[in-house]
């Protein structure tokens, strides 16, 4: 008779394991992927917060710099703002500037040195060639505050032009907006840095939004680029910088833009006060007139 020996459990387990095929199944791999999913939805949104945070602070470090910049320039011109624009002091007329048109980015740029400060990191159009490389500006002085435009006679536009205010002008230093986020406007030439077209967008005139629907009339006059969770950066006559978010609602229940406490509530200098309009609702003023005669919008305060 001859016996046969049975082999020990734990044998016939190893035999199995080696005689499986190595791999995940098909819950395992339901499992990993659904909590990828998870980890995928709770991060990226974290991450694109991140990211905008990230732009948010470089924002506010460049407007801090040109706010000191234009406060810098002031001191060395007997304490008055910048010109809103220089136009006609060019090589052409023999004058000091570089170029025949000066916005307020080429005039406090001595102040600077680097022309990057001027783009601001959410603007993706293209960008113009200039001395400085590729750019675009992305930032606006208050009209109501920079409010001299510096014309030379011989150009023939006239002889009279607002004057510059100085920085002790404005009542409430603390609550005077100077500079805002703006994006250049689209200009007629292709690179337009020697021309009065690059002066183009670089004015803000209110805080009314530049994003309105493409259906609402108001559109193509939007001013304040709001790309940080609806609000924008603004900086003030006392060198401050800070985050607001859009406030301003109107009476067709679209909100138009920011109201800035102790600013009219209206477009421009020439709109009666109060605006009836519904243009002018939930916006503020920045506007100012070139000439003597006409308006400027008041300052917080006025």
Not at 58 to 75: D, E, F, H, T
Not at 111 to 132: A, E, H, L, W
Not at 149 to 157: F, V
Not at 189 to 208: E, H
Request: charged share 20%; aromatic share 10%.
């Amino acid at each position: 008779m001859r016996l046969r020996v049975s082999q020990p459990l734990s044998f016939k387990v190893i035999q199995m394991t080696q005689n499986r095929k190595m791999g995940f199944t098909l819950i395992e791999l339901l499992v990993v992927i659904a909590i990828i999913a998870i980890l995928a939805a709770i991060l990226f949104p974290v991450f694109a917060k991140a990211k905008e945070a990230a732009k948010k602070t470089q924002a506010v470090s460049n407007m801090k710099q040109m706010n000191l910049a234009q406060i810098m320039y002031s001191a060395d011109y007997d304490d008055m703002f910048a010109p809103k624009v220089r136009q006609g002091f060019g090589p052409a007329q023999g004058g000091p500037d570089p170029t025949q048109s000066m916005s307020f980015d080429k005039i406090i740029q001595p102040y600077m040195k680097n022309y990057q400060i001027f783009v601001s990191t959410q603007d993706q159009r293209p960008k113009f060639n200039t001395p400085f490389g590729q750019l675009r500006i992305g930032y606006a002085v208050a009209s109501n505050v920079f409010q001299s435009p510096q014309i030379n006679p011989t150009l023939g536009w006239g002889t009279s032009w607002r004057g510059s205010i100085s920085q002790t002008s404005p009542p409430e230093v603390a609550a005077t907006v100077t500079l805002v986020e703006k994006r250049q406007a689209l200009n007629t030439q292709p690179d337009p840095w020697a021309s009065l077209d690059w002066w183009v967008g670089t004015v803000a005139y209110n805080t009314r939004r530049d994003d309105l629907p493409t259906t609402d009339p108001r559109s193509a006059y939007g001013e304040i680029a709001n790309k940080y969770g609806e609000g924008a950066i603004y900086a003030y006559a006392d060198g401050h910088v800070k985050f607001i978010k859009m406030n301003g609602n109107s009476s067709d229940g679209v909100r138009h833009g920011t109201k800035l406490e102790g600013y009219e509530e209206k477009a421009a200098w020439w709109v009666g006060t109060p605006a009836g309009s519904i243009w002018d609702q939930g916006i503020s003023c920045l506007d100012a007139g070139w000439n003597p005669a006409d308006g400027v919008c008041r300052l917080p305060g006025e």
